[in-house]
Nanobody, 122 residues
């Protein structure tokens, strides 16, 4: 069974920092890209950042300069280092992984973590 396990969420004051982690486990052939999405109350899910196996990254403008995504390919783990957090960063953060669990799979399938709450409040 393939799953994504997240950790690192919590409550932090504005200007503070949090580091999210997400590890993919199970029978996995390959992971192309991993990323983080978030969904605030009453809003739709939005992309935060993604990273490919080769290390290429993409961020939404709102978090550029504040968030850093990285990954450890050997551990199938993606991280999101968040600094200078703002109240508007409050959301449930979801880890994603585009994976092939079998070498004969035609294409990547997107898997999701359970989500972890990040609350930025004074």
């Amino acid at each position: 069974q393939v799953q994504l396990v997240e950790s690192g969420g919590g409550l932090v004051q504005p200007g503070g920092s949090l580091r999210l982690s997400c590890a993919a486990s199970g029978s996995i052939f390959s992971i192309y890209k991993m990323g983080w999405y978030r969904q605030a109350p009453g809003k739709q899910r939005e992309l935060v950042a993604v990273i490919t196996t080769g290390g290429s990254t993409n961020y939404v403008d709102f978090v550029k300069g504040r968030f850093t995504i990285s990954r450890d390919n050997a551990k199938n783990t993606v991280y999101l280092q968040m600094t200078s957090l703002k109240p508007e960063d409050t959301a449930v953060y979801y880890c994603s992984a585009d994976m092939r669990i079998n070498p004969t799979d035609y294409s990547n399938r997107r898997y999701w973590g359970q989500g972890t709450q990040v609350t930025v409040s004074s």
